[in-house]
């Protein structure tokens, strides 16, 4: 009976009713999850062409942060250009900023072009989670997410393709070109298989702007704590980016035109408990594509490309649990939202122990459970966002999901600089100050896993819908 149930449900959802706007948003989202591994695997390669090492986490969080602007901006954006064209929008900001990063002298200029590819890249994100809640029935949530996820599972193999190919021929630049003809593909297929009315209703009276500023300079100020060279300017800087975050959560609860939920991350409500476990559970994921290529290729010897499939090996295990998990009901969710982070959290202390020494026989088992607890309980998590969301906060808490993703990999990123710093990869790419990293910085991010699995617990003992 519960094979039959499933089969009926995935033929449903690859209908022709469902196709043509779920095929685009397979594709914005592979846009997206290609350019991550495929930064990952050529950022060794553009430190050693242009320097900049102390600022190996700054085109991560500079993409991250546009991102979360974008995402503030995708109802209104939808609204005045409709689904079709705010798409093909997004893949033309992408592919602008795809080519700033291609023609780059300095690391500064990078960092330029990531800030213009986050903004197209979260648009189509945010648009993505949205029109999941507004063209699906919620009993096909899971499997859109699980599809969604699958994605991933083709960028493993075309993203560090595509990155190591060209770094091992010294031409990282022509992989920046690749990825902009893509981006060219999807802003014309947007376009074609999108509708041009309107697919989120303008319910804004203007973009936060002021807000999502906020919330961007306490990024940069986390980012720019790991740059700074005593412990007080350290503390100092993260010392702002805890006040500038909280003052924007506390602007957004007062506002009309809020940015997020108006019980967003509030512990008595389903919709805050799971963003809060988003948030961990996205920074726990992060430093691993960050540095991970690094630690592999300068201890292990792997080159470029090897070293990028390595790193994958934790997306490619989110779409093999996400995809396993779709059908997943009765106690199976609420026992996958508290067995995910724990698995994670063994993936990090796993490749805290092995990166250094090895064995490197057994290093892609802790690799592939860092991501693959995140595909055990992230269509759950999503789900019950959406279903605690009040009357009146339903897009946005469909938007935040995505949002307080992307806001939790730029804290990862950003702490992960900060760590890998203060150990001594500030002053470049020393052997010792490598070992050193390969150990602390995945063990640092396991109380993020932890406190994920405690919050997961209190989403559980929630309410699963809004009254």
């Known amino acids: 009976m519960a094979e039959a149930a499933t089969e009926v449900g995935w033929r449903a959802l690859l209908s022709r009713h469902w196709l043509a706007p779920l095929a685009v948003m397979l594709g914005g989202i592979l846009l997206h999850s290609m350019n991550v591994l495929l930064l990952a695997t050529v950022l060794p390669s553009i430190v050693a062409d242009l320097g900049g090492a102390a600022m190996m986490s700054w085109p991560t969080t500079a993409y991250l942060a546009s991102s979360i602007l974008a995402s503030a901006c995708t109802g209104l954006v939808t609204a005045k250009l409709g689904a079709g064209r705010a798409f093909a929008l997004g893949a033309a900001l992408f592919c602008a900023g795809t080519l700033v990063c291609a023609f780059a002298p300095t690391m500064a200029v990078v960092v330029t072009g990531r800030f213009a590819q986050g903004f197209g890249g979260g648009l189509l994100s945010a648009l993505s989670y949205v029109l999941v809640r507004q063209v699906f029935p919620s009993e096909l949530w899971p499997r859109v997410f699980a599809l969604l996820a699958g994605v991933w599972g083709i960028s493993v193999l075309v993203g560090p393709l595509v990155g190591g190919v060209f770094a091992d021929y010294g031409h990282w630049r022509d992989a920046f070109f690749a990825v902009a003809a893509l981006a060219i593909l999807l802003a014309v297929l947007a376009l074609v298989a999108l509708p041009r009315a309107a697919a989120v209703e303008e319910r804004r009276a203007a973009v ?77 994921f992060s430093p691993m594509s960050i540095y991970g290529p690094l630690f592999l290729q300068r201890l292990h010897g792997f080159s470029p490309l090897s070293a990028g499939y390595m790193v994958a090996t934790s997306s490619m295990a989110w779409t093999v649990a996400a995809m396993l998990i779709a059908s997943a009901s009765g106690p199976w969710p609420a026992r996958l939202i508290l067995a995910g982070p724990l698995a994670t959290a063994a993936g990090l202390f796993g490749v805290g122990l092995m990166m250094p020494t090895g064995p490197i026989v057994g290093l892609p088992f802790p690799i592939a459970a860092i991501g693959g607890g995140a595909g055990l309980c992230w269509a759950f998590l999503v789900q019950r966002v959406m279903h605690g969301a009040r009357t009146g906060d339903e897009d946005s808490a469909a938007a935040a999901a995505a949002t307080v993703q992307q806001v939790g990999i730029a804290f990862g990123a950003a702490a992960a600089g900060l760590i890998a710093n203060a150990i001594g990869l500030q002053s470049g790419l020393d052997p010792t100050a490598i070992l050193r990293g390969a150990t602390w910085v995945p063990l640092s991010f396991v109380v993020a896993a932890l406190g994920a699995c405690v919050l997961g617990a209190r989403l559980n003992a929630l309410p699963a819908r809004a009254k």
């Open 208 to 284: 936060p702007v002021g807000r999502v500023a906020i919330v961007s300079l306490g990024i940069i100020a986390i980012s720019g704590a790991a740059i700074m060279q005593t412990p007080l300017a350290k503390a100092g800087m993260i010392a702002t980016a805890i006040v500038l975050l909280a003052l924007a959560l506390r602007l957004d609860r007062r506002a009309d035109n809020r940015l997020l939920p108006s019980d967003a991350f509030s512990l008595r409500s389903a919709t805050g408990a799971g963003l809060w476990v988003i948030l961990l559970l996205s920074i726990a």
